[in-house]
């Protein structure tokens, strides 16, 4: 559940009031610029986000707890330029 702050309220009422007035169109296309707005926002951080995250030290990490029976066992790979993984017989 959202709490919204004394201020808030007063601005949705606010909000409320001048969609009130509007024709639905015009409250589409309004609706359609928030969304527009909120989805550029999203991804503006998520490229921050993102960009944080490729920057940071990946390299201090504690070696990985495998419990007692060790990694899984599986079969071995090996990367290859252009052409991606691949897995050894």
């Known amino acids: 559940m959202v709490v919204l702050s004394k201020m808030d309220k007063v601005l949705k ?29 999203n991804v503006k951080e998520m490229i921050e986000e993102d960009r944080e995250w490729l920057n940071s030290n990946l390299t201090d990490f504690p070696e990985f707890d495998w419990g007692p029976e060790g990694p899984p066992k599986g079969k071995p790979v090996k990367y290859i330029e252009c052409v991606g993984i691949v897995v050894e017989k």
């Open 13 to 41: 009422k606010k909000l409320i009031k001048i969609a009130e007035t509007l024709p639905d169109e015009k409250i589409k296309e309004i609706i359609n610029s928030i969304e527009e707005y909120l989805k550029n926002k």
